[in-house]
């Protein structure tokens, strides 16, 4: 702030004063009031002495002011003598004192330093503010490499000890495999052992077999010359026929005969030679039909009266007579098992059945016969005659005689 006179002898004395005391008090406010004339008739000099002390000497009546040294003796006490002594030009009446005041300019340089100490603090503070958020990030990072590093080990003790473990099981495959290997190897050997044995011995059945088949080719065909020659020497070289007389038990009046005749010598020469020497020692005499199933009507050499010694003694008549059945199954295919021929049981057995139906495919490898000639309604009653469950009758039915009639 800079203050002004109007009056060149108020500038000498007062400005002075006015500009020191700026300066010293820098930015204190300073208070002044209305301008006065400093001699003026209808102000009294007392008055104006008390409005100056109450103004502008105030400031410096304390003790500061009073003990600095750099300061005129005279301030320290504005009523001294020294000032007392002090003329003040005369003035005219019309001067006055003004005081201005002017806002000093602000200095570029002080502004720089605060604006840069004010960035400064802004940077600093953003600084300390992301060094906080990096530290925390940095220590989360850190938490979470050492969990991973924590998982990393134990993923590595579990892969070491599955590798182990795989190795293990790897070792075992491997053995197992070459125990497994081996013992194909060893079984393979023996099978093939046991295959050149089996061919060996196959071979040598073959050739067993080729020599018995010709050699039981041969007994067969020198049985059947001799059933034949039997048969023709016996009874006569001519078809020959056997007579049934039948029995049936509680079924009253009725047929009982049927008449059968023998196949020829030419095809069925040994069949035809066993049975008929059957009936010629009367072997049939008292035996018996058992069953009537799967369309034939079969003949046993069992008692007709069902007893258990009866029927041991008909079984052993044909043991010791030698003619348990032919001694082979003879077959020929111009005599098949049509209906209502006669068969040989087979299985080593004298029996023999009566065909109610064409059993060729059926029966095709027993020994077919004779064939029914006559007494077909005996034939029917048979078939007549209850069964029990089907199969077996309920009371035998008796062969009372069995002859060669022709």
């Known amino acids: 702030m800079v203050v002004k006179s109007s009056s060149p002898q108020a500038d000498r004395f007062a400005l002075p004063l006015v500009n020191e005391y700026i300066d010293t008090q820098e930015s204190k406010p300073l208070v002044m009031h209305p301008a006065i004339p400093v001699h003026d008739s209808s102000v009294r000099y007392e ?98 490499r050492n969990s991973i590093n924590i998982k990393l080990r134990s993923a590595e003790k579990d892969v070491r000890m599955l590798s182990r473990e795989v190795q293990a099981t790897e070792s075992i495959f491997k053995r197992r495999k070459e125990e497994k290997t081996q013992a194909f190897e060893l079984e393979e050997a023996k099978a093939l052992e046991e295959r050149d044995a089996a061919l060996a011995e196959l071979h040598a059945l073959e050739e067993a077999a080729a020599i018995s088949s010709e050699t039981s080719a041969s007994l067969r065909a020198a049985v059947q010359r001799a059933g034949a020659l039997a048969v023709a020497n016996k009874w006569g070289p001519r078809n020959h026929v056997v007579e049934f007389e039948l029995e049936f038990p509680g079924q009253g009046d009725g047929p009982t005969k049927f008449s059968v005749e023998m196949a020829s010598i030419q095809l069925m020469p040994h069949s035809v030679h066993t049975f008929m020497e059957m009936v010629d020692k009367h072997l049939w005499d008292g035996c018996s039909f058992v069953m009537n199933a799967m369309h034939v009507i079969k003949a046993a050499p069992l008692a007709f009266e069902a007893s258990n010694s009866a029927g041991a003694e008909k079984a052993r008549a044909f043991t010791d007579a030698g003619l348990n059945g032919p001694r082979f199954n003879e077959n020929n295919d111009h005599y098949p098992h049509m209906k209502y021929t006669l068969g040989f049981a087979g299985g080593n057995s004298p029996s023999w059945y009566i065909n109610t139906e064409d059993n060729t495919e059926i029966h095709g490898g027993d020994p077919a016969f004779a064939r029914i000639i006559s007494g077909f309604d005996t034939i029917a009653r048979l078939e007549d005659s209850e069964t029990s469950n089907g199969i077996w009758f309920k009371q035998r039915i008796g062969i009372k005689s069995a002859r060669i009639v022709a």
């Open 47 to 144: 008055e104006a002495d008390q409005m100056t002390q109450g103004t502008f000497w105030r400031p410096w009546g304390n003790k500061a002011a009073q003990n600095d040294p750099s300061l005129p003796s005279w301030v320290s006490n504005p009523q001294s003598a020294e000032i007392a002594a002090m003329s003040i030009p005369a003035l005219n009446a019309n001067s006055k004192l003004v005081l201005t005041a002017k806002r000093r300019q602000a200095d570029v340089w002080s502004l720089f330093m605060f604006a840069s100490v004010v960035v400064g603090l802004m940077t600093y503070w953003h600084l300390t503010v992301s060094l906080e958020a990096i530290l925390g990030e940095t220590e989360a990072m850190l938490s979470v």
